[in-house]
């Protein structure tokens, strides 16, 4: 294994150190590692808690900041954070109007999200709870847990951060976090796995000549391996299923990421065929994120993601934002 790492005890508290230097515009709790956004929003303001396991960077401490979230909490490498933690982050960012928990399908997350819930609302905390569940690689016969989180996270954080920004109340961002959760749809594929710096190893190997196709973003496997193809038949294997998975015609915003290890010339490329093979089914790509948005350390290949949308979200998508992994608009 070859890392640019001290050690793999301390990569994930060497990393947030780097993170406040690298950012002072925020606010870094290395004890409880959580990220807050600096200057608190103006009370009566909905907050938003988002956390998950490190190795998904920028995902999710990257997106807080102004228009989007007010704290991510920090686990250990693909380790849920533990309640503790989430409840600390939710005390520390609550203005009086509540506060929306956005959580990838995981089973550590959901549990460890609903205590900090529990642990909130004891405190007269109002708590409202979204979870991301897109990855239409995963059937129900594949997992009682149903689909995991992944790239809508990102689009969902960004559309109702700014929804809470504006002043919108609880429920009417609880109400549109789930409209966005139950609309996009996501797939991804490995050309390598990635290495756990705990582990030492890869999490799964391939063959030169293999890829995984509906891999998670955790290593976790696929619908199948098949034999590396060029690009076009890969995102022939990418948009497929969702469209299958009923995405319908209109206007949409594509997401498509990295898995850590993937050059943006390859990624350019593959997202040009992405864009000819939706527009040929009627979906028409208004709005784009290509590069690193989620990822799973260093692993090769990339992740699609597809969200429709009509002019209210789009507004919501193009409000400004500033944040370490995306800004615009202010």
């Keep these: 294994m070859k890392k640019l790492i001290t050690s793999a005890e301390t990569v994930v508290s060497d990393a947030l150190r ?16 959580v990220v807050y956004r600096r200057e608190p929003k103006e009370y009566g303001t909905v907050a938003l808690v988002s956390g998950g396991g490190s190795g998904h960077e920028p995902l999710h401490s ?23 933690q989430i409840h600390a982050a939710t005390v520390a960012v609550e203005r009086g109007a509540g506060v929306l928990q956005i959580v990838k399908n995981y089973s550590g997350d959901v549990m460890n999200f609903e205590m900090a819930a529990e642990l909130a609302q004891s405190a007269r905390i109002e708590v409202r709870t979204v979870i991301v569940a897109d990855d239409v690689a995963v059937t129900d016969l594949q997992s009682k847990a149903g689909r995991r989180g992944t790239g809508t996270t990102v689009l969902l954080e960004k559309i109702v951060g700014a929804a809470a920004e504006q002043g919108h109340d609880l429920e009417t ?4 976090a789930l409209l966005v ?7 991804g594929i490995a050309l390598a796995s990635a290495t756990v710096p705990a582990a030492g190893v890869p999490t799964f190997n391939l063959a030169d000549d293999e890829i ?18 060029p690009a076009r038949e890969l995102a022939e294997r990418l ?18 990421s990295g898995l850590g290890a993937t050059p943006l010339l390859e990624l350019y490329g593959m997202f040009a065929e992405v864009v000819d093979l939706l527009e040929a ?3 028409r790509v208004v709005r784009s994120l290509v590069g690193d948005t989620i990822t799973a350390l260093d692993m090769a290949g990339c992740l699609l993601t597809v969200l429709p949308v009509d002019a209210e979200l789009l507004s919501y998508w193009d409000a400004p934002a500033e944040t370490p992994a995306l800004r615009w608009g202010r």
């Design 18 to 33: 780097g993170f406040s230097l690298a950012h002072p515009g925020l606010f870094v709790d290395h004890d409880q590692r």
């Design 181 to 187: 959760a139950a609309a996009g749809r996501s797939m």
């Design 212 to 229: 995984e196709w509906g891999v998670g973003i955790h290593g976790e496997p696929g619908r199948e391996r098949q034999p590396m193809a």
């Design 239 to 256: 948009v497929g299923p969702l469209v299958a998975d009923g995405l319908p015609a209109g206007d949409a915003i594509v997401l498509l």
């Design 173 to 176: 961002v609880h109400g549109l």
């Design 62 to 84: 990257g997106y807080v900041g102004f228009g989007m979230l007010d704290a991510a909490c920090v686990g250990e490498v693909f380790t849920s954070p533990t309640p503790d």
């Design 281 to 283: 089914v009627g979906v």
